[in-house]
């Protein structure tokens, strides 16, 4: 049989190895039996309406969106400025950041675009997060501030997730990466989600979607 005709294309988005190290799944078991990776984070971004990659170094930038989830590891110089050229060109990059990471990297790759990510702010305990002007069911335990750009979510008065356009493209920085580790998000996909749960898997969808390309 002749192969179907192409409809749309299906953007794709990489998941960045180069400066993140963080447990994912290897298959469909979680590579950190704590809860700690975020191995789910991972398989949920397609949900959105892409397909998914990991990637390492400059063949990273070969793809429609490119996911940094709490990086660690330092970035060299060439590696930023193909960054910066990618998002220029049209390309989207989300950057997860969180208080549990220390000696984070974010910022490093968040600066040139105007943005920042502060682990100095005061916690807003047993506050719920805000999403544009609606309050969400979700309390994260903790959050980095977010400076610059435009703030697309609140703890209290604390803008704790921004986006920006750099060029053609688009940035978008999370300040509460670790509300989406495995064991925030059910540990595992088999089981039924709580109430809890599905809450921040709407959260997530609903920051995605702003943050990266997707197939309508």
């Known amino acids: 049989m002749a192969e ?4 749309s294309r299906m953007p794709r988005v990489t998941i960045d190895r180069q400066l993140s190290e963080v447990p994912l799944f290897t298959g469909a078991f979680a590579d950190d039996p704590d809860g700690l990776g975020y191995g789910m984070l991972e398989q949920w971004i397609p949900r959105v ?11 990273s930038f070969a793809t429609d969106g490119i996911v940094v989830i709490c990086p660690t ?10 960054l910066i050229q990618f998002v220029e060109d049209g390309g989207h990059l989300l950057v997860f950041d969180s208080m549990a990471i220390e000696n984070s990297t974010a910022n490093s790759i968040l600066w040139p675009f105007g943005l920042a990510s502060n682990h100095e702010i005061p916690q807003a305990t047993d506050m719920p997060l805000r999403l544009g002007d609606e309050t969400t069911d979700v309390v994260p ?6 400076g610059g750009g435009e703030p697309l979510a609140w703890w ?14 688009r940035v978008t ?3 509460f990466g670790s509300m989406f580790n495995d064991a925030n998000m059910g540990f595992h996909w ?8 599905l809450a921040r898997y709407e ?3 609903s920051l995605l979607r702003i943050a990266l390309p997707h197939a309508e």
């Not at 179907?4 to 409809?7: A, D």
């Not at 590891?73 to 193909?82: I, L, S, T, V």
């Not at 039924?192 to 749960?197: G, Q």
């Open 4 to 7: 179907p005709p192409l409809q």
């Open 49 to 59: 309406g892409n397909c998914i990659e990991r990637k390492t170094g400059n063949d």
């Open 73 to 82: 590891r330092p970035a060299p110089e060439e590696y930023r400025k193909n």
């Open 141 to 146: 335990q903790s959050s980095c501030g977010v």
């Open 156 to 169: 209290g008065e604390v803008p704790v997730a921004a986006t920006t356009r750099h060029g053609k493209g």
């Open 173 to 175: 920085v999370i300040g």
């Open 190 to 197: 088999l089981p039924e989600p709580e109430a809890e749960t």
């Open 203 to 205: 959260l997530l969808y």
